[in-house]
């Protein structure tokens, strides 16, 4: 029998306020100083850009239609000098922060090239020189490589009005006064507000922001519903249990924005380099001006620093995470640290659990196989009397049985969960223990002749053995169905270099050697306990291996925590920040396994390119503008070439994850359709 779990958590009732503001992290990597803008400010300074930019048309219309004749050039220049300074204001106060706090960067080095402009009284250039870089640091910023958009994509599906369902009838209330435990209706063709459980109604369910599957989910009394998720046909009242941050869409935002400013080991050394990158283009500016000692040399010493700055280098890891994150995201991967995608790269050995992964989980009572002189009734009512308060996929399958039975269930038991062996319950018709054959002869050992007779009669069976008042029942043999697309999967992630691929499960010899070769496993660990489970996880490691292990998340927590990489399936909401793994899916579909490793070694290659991209780009600049072959527009330009490519290849992660939504086919129903007497295949009527 597979270990048994509790599956309860404890949530708070307090309400939770639903912001839609996202202020960029003290601790996010940007490129410069001045890319740490809110919304709020932005827009605050584009007021700032238009009369900066109105200044320096004044100069310029002054110098064409009035010099000499009306005014002279001196005073021509005037709007041009404020303009230069408003606009090199923000510049110059991001260069501050960054000395203040010992880190000198992108904007201190156009802060200075700026001075150089001034000093050299090109004024209207030092005006132009500023407004291009604030501006196009506006555009580049809202367009691409911040997780900012991003985020808010994902919030803005969540509505900030719910309808409440109380004792008052209906009525619409801000989503901040929404706390858990409520009730709230959601209309045909709305998104859901909050996380819950259907109370009444039944629909479908558009769930692609989520889950990335593009057929719709019906869903019913009972079942879990998700924020940000869209109400396709009926009406339904759901019971609240998470609001705003803590729902599944909360979950997903905190962890797109957390790959933003993700120290991995690789940014950590690109922060170190770019320490030192800094004095170097000081001294290369200083050398540049010194053997001229001129005008010109000044000239090319300030377009030195223009293109030396280090801003593409800066983000070449945090841009190609963000899409990284949020092309897992759109597929319903959810990734908890930067630390966990680099290490899918390397996977060289996969663990999977059998029961609800490589398996569908839904087990169907194939068998009753009571032992000699017991009834099958008998049977059935001590396996479900003992099992009903217990949430495991085996239980459930067991008490479904029993209701449609009609058989009654004493409510009062007392009930006592032995972790990964079985229930033990103090019921009206006796003491009951139902779980695993092994330990119930430890606790019975008499009775190990009667269960290896009624093995034999549910061979390739999951059995869940019962004893009554100390006397041996018999066995409820259960089977669910291997996930039609497990095989492909296993296939796939050989190609991509997997080398062992192993089941792991508490299910008997026989039922995991008919899976594992049905899969096409190499290795099988079956009748496994969870600690069983978690040294064998340890053991592999302290072998050298690289290992991913997919699992249900609670009851192979441990085992997953010891993985390089642990994938849970099917979570949601809060179980995405408190399980152990360091992925979590929010679907079933194992074909997102071989996605993420896909996923893992593009984005370390376009992390790699991007380096190279921004050091080619810098010192080709550098060449250019210290020989005086280009100007300070040029020099410009470079300024800017390598964050626009770098953050163009990173988009590039985007698309991958696009692509792999679109070529994805819904599992076909395996249902044949029913024919009919008005049924005619023309396809078979045609000559061949």
């Known amino acids: ?183 709230v209706r ?105 053997l001229s000692r001129s005008d010109v040399g000044l000239e090319r010493a300030v377009n030195v620093l223009f293109v030396a700055c280090p801003s593409a280098l800066l983000i070449s890891s945090p841009t190609a995470l963000v899409a990284a994150f949020a092309s897992a995201a759109r597929l319903g991967i959810m990734i908890k640290e930067a630390r966990f995608l680099e290490a899918s790269a390397d996977i060289d050995t996969v663990v999977m659990d059998k029961t609800g992964t490589i398996t569908t989980g839904r087990f169907v009572v194939s068998r009753l196989a009571p032992a000699p002189g017991v009834e099958g009734a008998e049977l059935l009512t001590a396996a479900a009397n003992g099992e009903q308060q217990s949430n495991h996929p085996l239980a459930r399958s067991i008490l479904a049985t029993a209701t449609a039975a009609r058989i009654p269930l004493d409510t009062g038991a007392n009930f006592e969960e032995i972790h990964g062996r079985g229930v033990k319950a103090n019921t009206n018709i006796g003491e009951v223990f139902v779980g695993r054959a092994t330990w119930l002869e430890e606790l019975f050992p008499n009775i190990k002749g009667d269960v290896e007779q009624i093995n034999q009669r549910i061979e390739g069976m999951t059995g869940v053995h019962v004893v009554k008042n100390g006397r041996y029942l018999g066995c409820v043999g259960l089977e669910d169905k291997v996930r039609s697309n497990t095989k492909g999967v296993i296939e796939r992630l050989r190609e991509l270099g997997v080398k062992k691929i192993s089941i792991f499960t508490g299910d008997r010899l026989s039922v995991a050697q008919r899976v594992g070769v049905a899969v096409g496993a190499d290795a099988i660990e079956a009748e496994c306990l969870p600690a069983e489970k978690h040294e064998q996880i340890q053991a592999l490691v302290k072998q050298g291996r690289r290992v991913l292990m997919v699992g249900d998340g609670i009851n192979d927590g441990p085992s997953l925590a010891a993985a390089d990489v642990g994938v849970a399936m099917g979570l949601g909401g809060s179980d995405i920040a408190t399980n152990s793994a360091g992925v979590a899916l929010m679907n079933d579909d194992l074909s997102r396994i071989p996605f993420m490793v896909e996923l893992a070694r593009m984005s370390r290659s376009i992390i790699s390119q991007n380096i190279a991209i921004s050091i080619i780009v810098a010192v080709v600049g550098l060449a250019l503008a210290s020989s005086g072959y280009i100007d300070t527009l040029v020099a410009l330009a470079f300024h800017f070439v390598g964050d626009v490519l770098v953050v163009l290849n990173s988009f590039r992660l985007f698309r991958f994850g696009e692509a792999y939504a679109e070529v994805e086919v819904p599992e076909q129903d395996a249902t044949p359709q029913k024919r009919r007497g008005g049924s005619v295949n023309l396809l078979a009527a045609q000559p061949a």
Not at 154 to 162: C, K, N, S, Y
Not at 169 to 175: A, H, I, K, Y
Not at 215 to 229: D, F, L, R
């Open 1 to 183: 029998m597979a270990a048994h779990h509790p599956d309860g958590h404890a949530h708070s009732a307090a309400p939770h306020a639903h912001d839609h503001s996202h202020a960029p992290s003290e601790d996010g990597v940007a490129c410069c100083s001045h890319h740490q803008l809110s919304e709020l400010q932005s827009e605050r300074y584009l007021t700032l850009y238009f009369v900066g930019m109105s200044l320096l048309l004044v100069t310029r219309l002054a110098s064409w239609f009035f010099v000499p004749d009306l005014v002279s050039a001196e005073v021509a220049q005037i709007p041009a000098v404020l303009a230069a300074l408003m606009l090199g204001a923000p510049l110059f106060y991001a260069s501050f922060k960054e000395i203040r706090l010992g880190q000198p960067s992108s904007s201190s080095l156009a802060a200075l090239a700026l001075v150089g402009l001034l000093a050299l009284s090109k004024f209207e250039a030092a005006g132009w020189v500023a407004f291009i870089l604030l501006v196009a640091d506006q555009v580049l910023r809202r367009t691409a490589f911040s997780a900012q958009r991003v985020i808010e994509q994902l919030v803005q599906l969540t509505p900030d009005i719910a309808r409440l369902v109380d004792g008052s009838g209906e009525r619409e209330v801000p989503l901040s006064q929404i706390k858990v435990g409520d009730v």
């Open 186 to 290: 959601v209309r045909p063709g709305e998104n859901l507000p909050i996380d819950g459980v259907v109370a009444s109604g039944r629909s479908t369910l558009d769930q692609a922001s989520l889950t990335g599957e593009a057929a719709p989910h019906e869903v019913q009394v009972g079942e879990p519903v998700y924020a940000g998720t869209t109400n396709l046909s009926g009406s339904l009242d759901i019971r609240v249990t998470q609001v705003g941050g803590d729902t599944t869409i909360g979950k997903v935002t905190q962890l797109i924005s957390a790959a933003e400013k993700a120290k991995t080991p690789r940014q950590l050394l690109i922060e170190q380099v770019a320490r030192f990158y800094v004095p170097i283009v000081l001294s290369l500016a200083f050398l540049t001006w010194f």
